[in-house]
Structures are given as structure tokens and as C-alpha cells.
């Protein structure tokens, strides 16, 4: 259950610097942190083009520790969408590197994947609220506000 009345742009300053933390020193943050800037990106990246923005953005560099995060979190259900899609790319993962991504997911046959995306979008979506309820919350236990 989330605070009441509060939404994580209530948490804009804070984020603010974490974003500036989690882009300049990644290794530096504390596991809270990390947890509030891995799956507060996703849901950003998410709601501006669905699942697969996660992979054509820097996002999914940091794809292994955000999955690892979701599960922490409570949500595997939403780490195992990520891990469906990880399996359509070579060696079953996504590369590091973007333009590797991009490029793999360019070789994708047109229209491939494009009705399970939806499926896993509405799966996303179907528990975005939980996940946003769930990061308000621990912003505020961990004292990251």
C-alpha cells in the first residue's frame, strides 16, 4: 500500500540527483538506490514506447541487475517478461552495447514478435500501479526522499 496521495513525481528532486548518481557512478549506489533507479527507469522507458524502449535505450545495460532488482522487489513476474524477450536475442541476451541491440533487434522479421509485445505490454501495464504503489514505499522506508 502506498503513501497516501503521494506519486513517485513527488520524488522529482530526489530522483533528479539519484539520476545523476546511478549515470555518473552506477557502482557507487546503495542497493535502495539502485532498486529505485533500475525500475523507476523501466517504468519511464515503458510508459514512452512500451517494453521494447527498455532495449532500444541505455535501459538495458543495466537489463541483468534490473531483472535481479524486480525479483528482489517482488515483481518476478515482470523480471520473466523481461527474460522472454531477452531469449529473441543472440546467445539469449541483450548485448551491452546499444548499437548491438538496435542492430539485433533491426534483424528481427518484420512483425515478429510485434503481437507478443502487446501481450507483454498489457502484462506491464496490468501491474504498473503496483509497481509504482511498491516504489513509493520504499522510497520513503529507505529514506531516499
Not at 510508459?47 to 534490473?66: P, V
Amino acid at each position: 500500500m502506498g503513501i497516501p496521495n503521494r506519486t513517485l513525481s513527488d520524488y522529482q528532486q530526489a530522483w533528479e540527483k539519484l539520476v545523476d548518481k546511478g549515470f555518473s557512478n552506477y557502482e557507487s549506489m546503495t542497493p535502495a538506490e539502485r532498486i529505485w533507479f533500475n525500475l523507476q527507469t523501466l517504468l519511464d522507458t515503458v510508459d514512452n514506447g512500451g517494453l521494447i524502449s527498455h532495449y532500444y535505450n541505455t535501459d538495458a545495460d543495466r537489463n541483468r541487475e534490473t531483472i535481479e532488482d524486480l525479483i528482489v522487489f517482488g515483481f518476478p513476474e515482470l523480471a520473466d517478461l523481461l527474460l522472454s524477450i531477452n531469449a529473441w536475442f543472440p546467445g539469449g541476451h541483450p548485448s551491452l552495447d546499444i548499437e548491438e541491440r538496435n542492430d539485433a533487434i533491426s534483424n528481427w522479421a518484420e512483425g515478429q514478435y510485434d503481437s507478443l509485445l502487446e501481450e507483454f505490454d498489457n502484462r506491464f501495464y496490468a501491474m504498473e500501479t503496483a509497481l509504482e504503489s511498491a516504489l513509493v514505499n520504499h522510497i520513503e522506508q529507505k529514506g531516499l526522499n
